[in-house]
Protein backbone atom coordinates (compact mmCIF):
# COMPACT_ATOMS: atom_id res chain seq x y z
CA UNK A 1 0.00 0.00 0.00
CA UNK A 2 1.18 3.35 -1.07
CA UNK A 3 1.39 6.13 1.63
CA UNK A 4 -0.75 9.07 0.89
CA UNK A 5 -0.67 12.60 2.34
CA UNK A 6 -3.31 15.94 1.73
CA UNK A 7 -2.64 19.14 2.58
CA UNK A 8 -5.58 21.11 2.64
CA UNK A 9 -7.95 18.16 3.13
CA UNK A 10 -11.30 20.16 4.28
CA UNK A 11 -11.64 21.74 1.70
CA UNK A 12 -13.73 21.31 -0.99
CA UNK A 13 -11.39 19.55 -3.55
CA UNK A 14 -9.32 17.96 -0.34
CA UNK A 15 -12.35 16.32 1.30
CA UNK A 16 -12.80 15.23 -2.85
CA UNK A 17 -9.91 13.58 -2.58
CA UNK A 18 -10.65 11.74 0.67
CA UNK A 19 -13.74 10.32 -0.68
CA UNK A 20 -12.41 8.86 -3.78
CA UNK A 21 -9.35 7.38 -1.98
CA UNK A 22 -11.55 6.10 0.28
CA UNK A 23 -11.86 2.73 -1.25
CA UNK A 24 -8.43 2.86 -3.35
CA UNK A 25 -7.59 -0.63 -3.04
CA UNK A 26 -3.80 0.13 -3.30
CA UNK A 27 -3.30 3.69 -1.14
CA UNK A 28 -3.76 4.48 2.31
CA UNK A 29 -4.12 7.83 3.37
CA UNK A 30 -2.08 8.30 6.49
CA UNK A 31 -1.46 12.13 6.88
CA UNK A 32 -4.43 14.61 6.13
CA UNK A 33 -3.93 18.47 7.10
CA UNK A 34 -6.23 20.98 8.41
CA UNK A 35 -4.25 24.05 10.26
CA UNK A 36 -7.99 25.45 11.64
CA UNK A 37 -8.79 21.79 12.40
CA UNK A 38 -6.02 20.35 13.77
CA UNK A 39 -7.00 17.49 16.16
CA UNK A 40 -10.57 17.11 14.81
CA UNK A 41 -11.45 13.75 13.92
CA UNK A 42 -12.14 13.52 9.98
CA UNK A 43 -15.47 11.63 10.28
CA UNK A 44 -17.08 14.21 13.05
CA UNK A 45 -16.19 16.84 10.64
CA UNK A 46 -17.21 14.52 7.69
CA UNK A 47 -20.04 12.07 8.63
CA UNK A 48 -19.74 10.92 5.45
CA UNK A 49 -16.55 9.17 5.66
CA UNK A 50 -17.40 7.09 8.85
CA UNK A 51 -16.17 3.43 8.83
CA UNK A 52 -13.94 4.92 5.57
CA UNK A 53 -10.78 7.09 7.08
CA UNK A 54 -9.62 6.91 10.70
CA UNK A 55 -7.46 9.50 11.06
CA UNK A 56 -7.14 13.10 12.54
CA UNK A 57 -6.33 16.20 10.98
CA UNK A 58 -2.62 17.55 11.72
CA UNK A 59 -1.00 20.90 11.10
CA UNK A 60 1.46 20.54 8.61
CA UNK A 61 4.95 20.09 8.76
CA UNK A 62 7.56 18.97 6.42
CA UNK A 63 8.94 16.02 7.86
CA UNK A 64 5.62 14.38 8.19
CA UNK A 65 4.76 14.86 4.49
CA UNK A 66 8.05 13.41 3.68
CA UNK A 67 7.08 10.19 5.36
CA UNK A 68 4.22 9.64 2.84
CA UNK A 69 5.14 8.15 -1.18
CA UNK A 70 2.82 11.18 -2.91
CA UNK A 71 1.57 14.20 -1.29
CA UNK A 72 -1.73 16.02 -2.93
CA UNK A 73 -1.85 19.24 -2.09
CA UNK A 74 -5.76 20.81 -1.94
CA UNK A 75 -4.65 24.65 -1.07
CA UNK A 76 -4.81 27.97 -2.20
CA UNK A 77 -2.16 29.32 -4.81
CA UNK A 78 1.63 30.21 -3.21
CA UNK A 79 1.27 27.42 -0.62
CA UNK A 80 2.98 23.92 -2.14
CA UNK A 81 5.49 26.30 -4.06
CA UNK A 82 7.45 26.09 -0.07
CA UNK A 83 7.21 22.82 0.56
CA UNK A 84 7.69 21.12 -2.81
CA UNK A 85 11.76 20.96 -2.95
CA UNK A 86 12.10 19.69 0.25
CA UNK A 87 9.41 17.00 -0.54
CA UNK A 88 10.98 16.21 -3.64
CA UNK A 89 14.11 15.88 -2.72
CA UNK A 90 13.45 13.12 0.00
CA UNK A 91 11.76 10.94 -3.40
CA UNK A 92 8.17 12.18 -1.86
CA UNK A 93 5.86 12.63 -5.08
CA UNK A 94 3.67 15.39 -5.30
CA UNK A 95 0.48 16.58 -7.05
CA UNK A 96 -0.46 20.13 -6.56
CA UNK A 97 -3.84 20.77 -7.24
CA UNK A 98 -3.86 24.76 -7.43
CA UNK A 99 -1.47 26.51 -10.18
CA UNK A 100 2.06 26.90 -8.71
CA UNK A 101 3.35 24.76 -11.15
CA UNK A 102 1.49 25.04 -14.13
CA UNK A 103 2.48 28.09 -15.92
CA UNK A 104 6.07 27.85 -17.34
CA UNK A 105 6.96 31.38 -18.04
CA UNK A 106 7.50 32.61 -14.38
CA UNK A 107 7.14 36.74 -15.03
CA UNK A 108 3.44 35.42 -16.64
CA UNK A 109 2.66 33.25 -13.46
CA UNK A 110 3.46 36.32 -11.15
CA UNK A 111 1.71 38.75 -13.07
CA UNK A 112 -1.65 36.82 -12.73
CA UNK A 113 -1.00 35.24 -9.09
CA UNK A 114 0.79 38.04 -7.92
CA UNK A 115 3.62 36.58 -5.85
CA UNK A 116 7.00 35.85 -6.46
CA UNK A 117 7.65 32.48 -6.67
CA UNK A 118 9.47 30.38 -3.90
CA UNK A 119 10.49 27.57 -5.94
CA UNK A 120 11.26 28.36 -9.41
CA UNK A 121 13.69 25.77 -9.98
CA UNK A 122 10.77 23.42 -9.90
CA UNK A 123 8.31 24.81 -12.47
CA UNK A 124 10.28 23.49 -15.64
CA UNK A 125 10.26 19.65 -14.52
CA UNK A 126 6.50 20.02 -13.83
CA UNK A 127 4.34 17.87 -15.96
CA UNK A 128 1.33 19.64 -16.97
CA UNK A 129 -1.02 16.70 -15.59
CA UNK A 130 -3.93 16.52 -18.58
CA UNK A 131 -3.06 12.45 -18.97
CA UNK A 132 -5.03 12.89 -22.53
CA UNK A 133 -1.74 14.72 -23.60
CA UNK A 134 1.08 14.22 -21.01
CA UNK A 135 -0.01 10.37 -20.02
CA UNK A 136 3.57 9.28 -20.52
CA UNK A 137 5.10 12.12 -18.63
CA UNK A 138 3.35 11.71 -16.15
CA UNK A 139 4.00 8.67 -15.50
CA UNK A 140 7.68 8.93 -15.08
CA UNK A 141 6.80 12.88 -13.33
CA UNK A 142 8.02 13.52 -9.51
CA UNK A 143 5.93 16.66 -9.26
CA UNK A 144 2.31 16.95 -11.41
CA UNK A 145 0.64 19.97 -11.93
CA UNK A 146 -2.80 19.19 -12.07
CA UNK A 147 -4.62 21.44 -14.16
CA UNK A 148 -7.41 24.00 -13.68
CA UNK A 149 -11.18 23.50 -14.05
CA UNK A 150 -11.93 25.53 -16.97
CA UNK A 151 -8.86 24.66 -18.43
CA UNK A 152 -9.91 21.04 -18.61
CA UNK A 153 -13.15 21.37 -20.23
CA UNK A 154 -11.90 24.00 -22.66
CA UNK A 155 -8.37 21.74 -23.34
CA UNK A 156 -10.28 18.51 -24.07
CA UNK A 157 -13.06 20.58 -25.84
CA UNK A 158 -10.98 22.05 -28.45
CA UNK A 159 -7.94 19.76 -28.83
CA UNK A 160 -8.66 17.43 -31.57
CA UNK A 161 -9.75 21.07 -33.70
CA UNK A 162 -6.34 22.17 -32.50
CA UNK A 163 -3.87 19.31 -33.60
CA UNK A 164 -5.64 19.14 -36.78
CA UNK A 165 -4.46 22.34 -37.90
CA UNK A 166 -8.31 22.65 -39.01
CA UNK A 167 -9.63 25.74 -37.52
CA UNK A 168 -8.65 29.76 -37.81
CA UNK A 169 -6.36 30.44 -34.73
CA UNK A 170 -6.96 33.99 -34.35
CA UNK A 171 -10.93 33.58 -33.48
CA UNK A 172 -11.64 31.14 -31.11
CA UNK A 173 -14.72 31.83 -28.33
CA UNK A 174 -14.79 29.93 -25.11
CA UNK A 175 -18.23 30.62 -22.99
CA UNK A 176 -17.76 28.73 -20.11
CA UNK A 177 -19.59 28.62 -16.92
CA UNK A 178 -18.78 26.89 -13.32
CA UNK A 179 -20.72 25.75 -10.18
CA UNK A 180 -20.59 27.81 -7.10
CA UNK A 181 -18.34 24.73 -5.48
CA UNK A 182 -14.92 26.08 -7.86
CA UNK A 183 -14.85 29.32 -5.53
CA UNK A 184 -14.17 26.81 -2.50
CA UNK A 185 -14.93 26.53 1.14
CA UNK A 186 -13.99 29.62 2.64
CA UNK A 187 -16.56 32.42 3.31
CA UNK A 188 -17.34 35.31 0.46
CA UNK A 189 -20.20 37.07 0.45
CA UNK A 190 -20.29 36.81 -3.31
CA UNK A 191 -20.87 32.86 -3.50
CA UNK A 192 -23.64 33.27 -0.28
CA UNK A 193 -26.72 31.51 -1.53
CA UNK A 194 -28.85 34.37 -1.42
CA UNK A 195 -26.14 36.15 -3.70
CA UNK A 196 -25.95 34.43 -6.27
CA UNK A 197 -29.32 31.74 -6.14
CA UNK A 198 -31.30 32.50 -8.60
CA UNK A 199 -28.65 34.64 -10.96
CA UNK A 200 -26.62 34.35 -13.53
CA UNK A 201 -23.58 36.37 -14.29
CA UNK A 202 -20.24 36.86 -16.10
CA UNK A 203 -16.79 37.43 -14.30
CA UNK A 204 -13.22 38.21 -15.04
CA UNK A 205 -14.23 39.59 -18.91
CA UNK A 206 -10.71 42.04 -18.82
CA UNK A 207 -8.74 39.01 -17.50
CA UNK A 208 -8.91 35.45 -15.52
CA UNK A 209 -6.15 33.56 -14.43
CA UNK A 210 -6.77 30.37 -16.33
CA UNK A 211 -6.62 32.19 -19.41
CA UNK A 212 -2.41 31.95 -19.91
CA UNK A 213 -3.05 28.60 -18.52
CA UNK A 214 -5.02 27.43 -21.98
CA UNK A 215 -3.09 29.82 -24.07
CA UNK A 216 0.18 27.75 -23.05
CA UNK A 217 -1.22 24.74 -23.48
CA UNK A 218 -3.09 25.73 -27.45
CA UNK A 219 0.31 26.98 -28.28
CA UNK A 220 2.07 23.99 -27.74
CA UNK A 221 -0.61 21.68 -29.27
CA UNK A 222 -0.54 24.39 -32.27
CA UNK A 223 2.78 25.25 -32.32
CA UNK A 224 2.00 29.17 -32.98
CA UNK A 225 0.26 31.85 -30.70
CA UNK A 226 -3.57 31.19 -30.46
CA UNK A 227 -5.56 34.49 -29.94
CA UNK A 228 -8.71 32.99 -27.45
CA UNK A 229 -11.56 34.99 -25.79
CA UNK A 230 -12.48 33.17 -22.52
CA UNK A 231 -15.42 34.37 -20.75
CA UNK A 232 -16.20 32.52 -17.46
CA UNK A 233 -19.43 32.64 -15.69
CA UNK A 234 -20.85 32.05 -12.05
CA UNK A 235 -23.93 28.87 -12.25
CA UNK A 236 -26.43 28.92 -9.75
CA UNK A 237 -25.53 25.33 -9.09
CA UNK A 238 -23.02 23.77 -7.04
CA UNK A 239 -21.05 21.31 -9.30
CA UNK A 240 -20.16 21.21 -12.93
CA UNK A 241 -18.62 23.32 -15.72
CA UNK A 242 -19.83 24.02 -18.73
CA UNK A 243 -17.82 25.17 -21.98
CA UNK A 244 -19.14 26.42 -25.08
CA UNK A 245 -16.22 26.68 -27.38
CA UNK A 246 -16.81 28.60 -31.06
CA UNK A 247 -13.83 28.06 -33.53
CA UNK A 248 -13.58 28.91 -37.26
CA UNK A 249 -13.20 25.58 -39.66
CA UNK A 250 -10.94 26.43 -42.59
CA UNK A 251 -11.81 23.25 -44.03
CA UNK A 252 -14.73 20.60 -44.62
CA UNK A 253 -14.50 17.18 -42.65
CA UNK A 254 -16.40 14.92 -40.50
CA UNK A 255 -15.85 16.65 -37.09
CA UNK A 256 -17.58 14.06 -35.30
CA UNK A 257 -15.28 11.42 -36.56
CA UNK A 258 -12.51 13.78 -35.83
CA UNK A 259 -13.58 13.94 -32.38
CA UNK A 260 -14.33 10.00 -32.00
CA UNK A 261 -11.18 9.20 -33.24
CA UNK A 262 -9.23 11.45 -31.29
CA UNK A 263 -10.84 9.86 -28.09
CA UNK A 264 -11.35 6.82 -28.67
CA UNK A 265 -8.85 5.42 -26.31
CA UNK A 266 -9.40 8.02 -23.92
CA UNK A 267 -11.20 6.56 -21.02
CA UNK A 268 -12.57 9.55 -19.18
CA UNK A 269 -13.40 11.26 -22.53
CA UNK A 270 -17.18 10.49 -23.84
CA UNK A 271 -17.80 12.06 -27.49
CA UNK A 272 -21.82 11.90 -27.79
CA UNK A 273 -23.43 11.14 -30.77
CA UNK A 274 -24.14 14.11 -33.36
CA UNK A 275 -26.57 16.34 -32.33
CA UNK A 276 -25.74 15.77 -28.62
CA UNK A 277 -26.32 18.73 -25.81
CA UNK A 278 -24.45 17.63 -22.86
CA UNK A 279 -25.79 18.55 -19.23
CA UNK A 280 -23.16 19.26 -16.69
CA UNK A 281 -25.38 16.75 -14.12
CA UNK A 282 -24.52 13.62 -16.21
CA UNK A 283 -21.11 14.05 -15.17
CA UNK A 284 -22.04 15.09 -11.68
CA UNK A 285 -19.21 13.08 -9.05
CA UNK A 286 -17.48 11.31 -12.29
CA UNK A 287 -14.16 11.93 -13.81
CA UNK A 288 -15.59 12.03 -17.33
CA UNK A 289 -15.58 15.11 -19.40
CA UNK A 290 -18.53 14.54 -22.01
CA UNK A 291 -18.28 16.34 -25.09
CA UNK A 292 -20.34 16.92 -28.52
CA UNK A 293 -19.68 18.75 -31.62
CA UNK A 294 -21.97 20.63 -34.15
CA UNK A 295 -21.34 21.90 -37.17
CA UNK A 296 -23.78 23.41 -39.24
CA UNK A 297 -22.98 22.29 -43.15
CA UNK A 298 -23.99 26.18 -44.38
CA UNK A 299 -21.27 27.90 -42.15
CA UNK A 300 -17.97 27.32 -40.92
CA UNK A 301 -18.61 27.70 -37.17
CA UNK A 302 -17.89 24.86 -35.56
CA UNK A 303 -19.41 24.92 -31.66
CA UNK A 304 -17.83 22.45 -29.09
CA UNK A 305 -19.65 21.37 -25.87
CA UNK A 306 -17.80 20.10 -22.78
CA UNK A 307 -19.41 19.48 -19.50
CA UNK A 308 -16.97 18.29 -16.71
CA UNK A 309 -17.20 18.15 -12.86
CA UNK A 310 -15.18 20.87 -11.74
CA UNK A 311 -14.44 18.51 -8.24
CA UNK A 312 -13.74 15.50 -9.84
CA UNK A 313 -12.24 15.60 -13.86
CA UNK A 314 -11.56 19.47 -12.96
CA UNK A 315 -9.67 18.69 -9.80
CA UNK A 316 -9.71 15.69 -7.58
CA UNK A 317 -10.59 13.14 -9.83
CA UNK A 318 -7.83 14.51 -12.34
CA UNK A 319 -5.54 14.26 -9.50
CA UNK A 320 -6.28 10.71 -8.99
CA UNK A 321 -5.59 9.43 -12.44
CA UNK A 322 -2.31 11.33 -12.36
CA UNK A 323 -1.70 9.73 -8.95
CA UNK A 324 -2.60 6.12 -10.43
CA UNK A 325 -0.43 6.75 -13.57
CA UNK A 326 2.58 8.01 -10.88
CA UNK A 327 2.59 5.12 -8.90
CA UNK A 328 1.86 2.44 -11.84
CA UNK A 329 -1.65 1.85 -10.63
CA UNK A 330 -4.55 1.14 -13.87
CA UNK A 331 -5.77 4.71 -14.40
CA UNK A 332 -8.89 4.39 -13.86
CA UNK A 333 -9.02 2.64 -10.52
CA UNK A 334 -10.90 4.29 -7.64
CA UNK A 335 -12.38 7.10 -10.62
CA UNK A 336 -14.34 4.47 -12.66
CA UNK A 337 -17.65 5.25 -11.54
CA UNK A 338 -20.77 6.39 -12.98
CA UNK A 339 -21.90 9.96 -12.21
CA UNK A 340 -24.90 10.81 -9.30
CA UNK A 341 -28.44 11.30 -10.35
CA UNK A 342 -30.32 13.76 -10.28
N1 LIG B 1 -12.86 24.15 -6.15
C1 LIG B 1 -12.58 23.77 -7.38
O1 LIG B 1 -13.48 23.45 -8.17
C2 LIG B 1 -11.17 23.70 -7.84
C3 LIG B 1 -10.12 24.12 -7.06
N2 LIG B 1 -8.84 24.06 -7.54
C4 LIG B 1 -7.73 24.52 -6.74
O2 LIG B 1 -7.49 23.59 -5.70
C5 LIG B 1 -7.02 24.26 -4.53
C6 LIG B 1 -7.96 23.93 -3.38
O3 LIG B 1 -9.25 24.42 -3.72
P1 LIG B 1 -10.51 24.23 -2.78
O4 LIG B 1 -10.53 22.84 -2.26
O5 LIG B 1 -11.65 24.74 -3.55
O6 LIG B 1 -10.12 25.26 -1.60
P2 LIG B 1 -10.80 25.45 -0.19
O7 LIG B 1 -10.70 26.91 0.11
O8 LIG B 1 -12.15 24.82 -0.17
O9 LIG B 1 -9.83 24.64 0.81
C7 LIG B 1 -8.51 25.03 1.06
C8 LIG B 1 -7.84 24.03 2.01
O10 LIG B 1 -6.47 24.40 2.17
C9 LIG B 1 -6.16 24.59 3.57
N3 LIG B 1 -5.25 25.74 3.63
C10 LIG B 1 -5.53 27.04 3.38
N4 LIG B 1 -4.43 27.79 3.45
C11 LIG B 1 -3.41 26.96 3.77
C12 LIG B 1 -2.03 27.14 4.02
N5 LIG B 1 -1.45 28.36 3.93
N6 LIG B 1 -1.27 26.07 4.32
C13 LIG B 1 -1.82 24.83 4.41
N7 LIG B 1 -3.15 24.59 4.20
C14 LIG B 1 -3.93 25.65 3.88
C15 LIG B 1 -7.50 24.83 4.24
O11 LIG B 1 -7.52 24.33 5.57
P3 LIG B 1 -6.86 25.14 6.81
O12 LIG B 1 -7.01 26.60 6.49
O13 LIG B 1 -7.67 24.69 8.00
O14 LIG B 1 -5.44 24.68 6.87
C16 LIG B 1 -8.45 23.97 3.40
O15 LIG B 1 -8.43 22.63 3.86
C17 LIG B 1 -7.01 25.76 -4.86
O16 LIG B 1 -5.72 26.13 -5.28
C18 LIG B 1 -7.99 25.85 -6.01
O17 LIG B 1 -7.72 26.97 -6.80
C19 LIG B 1 -8.57 23.52 -8.76
C20 LIG B 1 -9.57 23.09 -9.57
C21 LIG B 1 -10.96 23.17 -9.19
C1 LIG C 1 -16.54 29.59 -9.78
C2 LIG C 1 -15.15 30.07 -9.46
O1 LIG C 1 -14.96 31.03 -8.72
N1 LIG C 1 -14.16 29.40 -10.02
C3 LIG C 1 -12.77 29.74 -9.79
C4 LIG C 1 -11.88 28.86 -10.62
C5 LIG C 1 -11.69 27.53 -10.05
C6 LIG C 1 -10.34 27.31 -9.40
O2 LIG C 1 -10.32 26.77 -8.35
O3 LIG C 1 -9.20 27.75 -10.00
P1 LIG C 1 -7.90 26.83 -10.22
O4 LIG C 1 -8.35 25.65 -10.99
O5 LIG C 1 -6.92 27.66 -10.96
O6 LIG C 1 -7.29 26.41 -8.96
C7 LIG C 1 -12.43 31.15 -10.23
O7 LIG C 1 -12.94 31.61 -11.24
O8 LIG C 1 -11.54 31.74 -9.60
Avoid at 316 to 337: P, T
Amino acid sequence: MKKIGIVGATGYTGVELLRILATHPDVEITYVTSRSNAGTRVDSMFPNLRGFIDLEFSDPTTDALAQCDLVFFATPNGVAMKHTAELVKAGVKVIDLAADFRIKDLDVWSKWYGMTHACPELVEQAVYGLPEINRERVKSANLVANPGCYPTSVILGLMPLLESGLIDLDNIIADTKSGVSGAGKQANVATLFSEMGESFKAYGVGGHRHLPEIAQIFSLIADTKVDLTFVPHLLPIIRGIHATIYANANNDIDFQALYEDRYKNEFFVDVLPAGSHPETRSVKASNMCQIAVHKNPESSRIVVLSVIDNLVKGAAGQAVQNMNLMLGFEENIAINKPALLP
